[in-house]
């Protein structure tokens, strides 16, 4: 009975339209050191605002992102740190209607754009309570 509800539940959560986009900063956790490991990820976004997070009321924007994402985990006077490098091909199509100023009839502008959206650099370590450990000490 568990295990038909509990499918139930992913059947229905999967079906719906979610209203969320990218990672949070949790994406990418402690591990052990020496690991280094490549995340790639495929995004694919009808919304109406843009890369840059900026709400564009009647647009309808269809946005294809790769996130590729390098880490490497490592020791730093005995902390876990991590470096990690980020970049995101990708491209954005669409269109808004816009009123002209010389009629009332909107006139439609479209975008097809493509290449790299927000990359980073990102550094972190470990202050409290994540000491450097390697696979085996990690597993353990």
């Known amino acids: 009975m568990k295990r038909i509800l509990f499918a139930l539940i992913i059947v229905i959560f999967s079906s719906q339209l979610l209203m969320a986009q990218g990672d949070g900063a949790r994406m990418i956790l402690w591990g052990p050191t020496g690991v280094t490991g490549v995340i790639p990820k495929w995004m694919s976004l009808n919304q109406n605002m843009t890369p ?25 006077a005995g902390h876990f740190a991590q470096v990690m490098v980020n970049a995101v091909p990708g491209n954005v199509m669409g269109s808004i209607f816009l009123p002209t100023t010389d009629s009332e009839i909107p006139s439609e502008v479209s975008v097809n754009t493509n290449g790299f959206i927000d990359g980073f650099v ?19």
């Not at 840059?52 to 730093?76: M, R, S």
């Open 52 to 76: 840059a997070n900026i709400l564009v009321k009647d647009a309808d924007l269809n946005i294809n992102a790769f996130p590729i994402t390098a880490i490497h985990n490592f020791g730093l």
């Open 122 to 140: 990102g550094f972190k370590i470990g202050l409290i309570n994540q000491p450097a450990l390697n696979v085996k000490e990690y597993a353990a």
